[in-house]
């Protein structure tokens, strides 16, 4: 439920917020930055994650201003790709593998990341809806 509201996010902003920065950063980079700490952090193998969009400079960590944008489609693509790696990643996880720790961190355990990227989602989705609502506009539906 927390990834479809931060997937249903670049559906309630319009263009003109997209590139604008809020607290200096653009609202489509807190959408980046929720989708590529999933994408990093749900998986069961170390190995390094292909660039998703391979010359670009976008700091996905606010560690610098992002050289290049992300358009709306090019997010909501990005999407895609990290359901289908949360798909394959959920379809490989057991009881066993759930209390073992991560792959990418040796003071997590699986479930700990899980339940780590709900509450980074659940943040980054409540960010973006403040941003909408402060501009007046629809913000996405709190599931549950």
């Known amino acids: ?3 479809t509201m931060l997937t249903e996010l670049p559906g309630y902003c319009p263009d003109e917020l997209w590139y604008e920065k809020k607290n200096r ?3 489509w980079q807190y ?4 989708l590529s700490g999933i994408h990093y952090w749900m998986r069961l193998e170390n190995s390094k994650l292909p660039d998703p ?12 201003e992002p050289v290049q944008t992300l358009s709306n489609r090019e997010i909501k693509r990005y999407g895609e790709t990290v359901r289908n790696s949360c798909i394959d990643y959920f379809t490989s996880l057991n009881d066993n593998i759930l209390t073992e720790k991560s792959v ?3 003071s997590f355990t699986n479930l700990d ?3 780590l990227m709900i509450r980074h989602i659940q943040y980054h989705v ?3 809806n403040t941003i909408l609502k402060e501009n007046n506009l629809k913000t996405v539906k709190w599931l549950e």
């Open 1 to 3: 439920m927390s990834f």
């Open 25 to 27: 950063v653009p609202f």
């Open 31 to 34: 959408i980046f930055h929720a």
């Open 53 to 64: 969009f391979p010359g670009k400079h976008l700091y996905p960590d606010f560690e610098d």
């Open 104 to 106: 990418l961190s040796g």
């Open 113 to 115: 990341i899980i339940l």
């Open 126 to 128: 409540g960010q973006c």
